[in-house]
């Protein structure tokens, strides 16, 4: 999953090497970043040119908070390879209007010309970047409200257990639009998720089903994540 992932952000970037990206946090894409490090120092595979936007941050963390994702993405990637610190962006979750804030990083994301591939992972309810069930379709960078379950699968990274209730997260309609999505997804734990994307009706209750009616997503699954996909017949 995490080979094939990296593969495509690499044939991306080789294609068009000022691509515009949109990438997840999460324990899911570790090693696809992991791997993008290595493409950078084994075969000089370069992120200089391209530009990258992430998904979601959690409202009221400032940037060098351990649990922030602008410290994941730091840790994780940027600081791995040749990306442009001019050219890479993080929705400031301590932004003293954060209304604005969101509004600024939908323009910034527009004026870069769209997303050409989008990376997400799935949440075990079916949310994508942090659009939990109910997100509108419609819906562009806003602050949202966390589900309940999100904040407990997340509590272990924040001191006291507990994860902030709100955050901001790119909208459905600003996912639908990039040019090419990839939705990565691994382990038992999301194999419902992915069985209700696949089979289940396409409804904000399951935001990762909006993805079928895409015309250029590509799911990536491990074994487990894909226990419940059936095999296309002979
Ligand atoms: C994180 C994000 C989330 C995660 C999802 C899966 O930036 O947008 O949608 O992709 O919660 O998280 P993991 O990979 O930790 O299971």
Avoid: W
């Amino acid at each position: 999953m995490s080979a094939a992932a990296a593969a495509t952000v690499a044939r991306t970037l080789r294609r068009k090497p000022d691509a515009v990206f949109l990438l997840p946090t999460g324990t899911t894409p570790l090693v696809m970043y992991r791997q993008l490090a290595e493409l950078h120092a084994t075969e000089r595979l370069s992120f200089a040119d391209a530009t990258f936007f992430n998904l979601d941050e959690y409202l009221g963390l400032p940037p060098d908070h351990p649990a922030s994702y602008h410290v994941y993405m730091r840790d994780h990637f940027y600081s791995l390879v040749d990306a442009n610190p001019d050219r890479v962006q993080v929705p400031a979750g301590d932004a003293r209007n954060p209304q604005a804030e969101c509004e600024r990083y939908e323009a910034a994301i527009r004026d870069a010309g769209g997303v050409d591939l989008c990376v997400l992972g799935i949440g075990r309810n079916g949310h994508i970047g942090f659009n939990e069930p109910g997100a509108s379709f419609d819906s562009r960078t806003r602050v949202v409200r966390l589900a309940e379950t999100t904040r407990l699968v997340n509590a272990a990274d924040f001191e006291g257990d507990r994860a902030p209730e709100r955050a901001i997260t790119v909208g459905m309609k600003t996912i639908f639009e990039s040019r090419e999505i990839l939705l990565l997804a691994s382990g038992a734990n999301k194999a419902d998720a992915v069985a209700e994307t696949l089979y289940g009706t396409i409804s904000p209750g399951v935001p990762a089903s909006m993805l079928s009616r895409h015309r250029n997503t590509t799911l990536l699954l491990d074994f487990e994540a894909a226990e419940l996909v059936e095999e296309a017949p002979e």
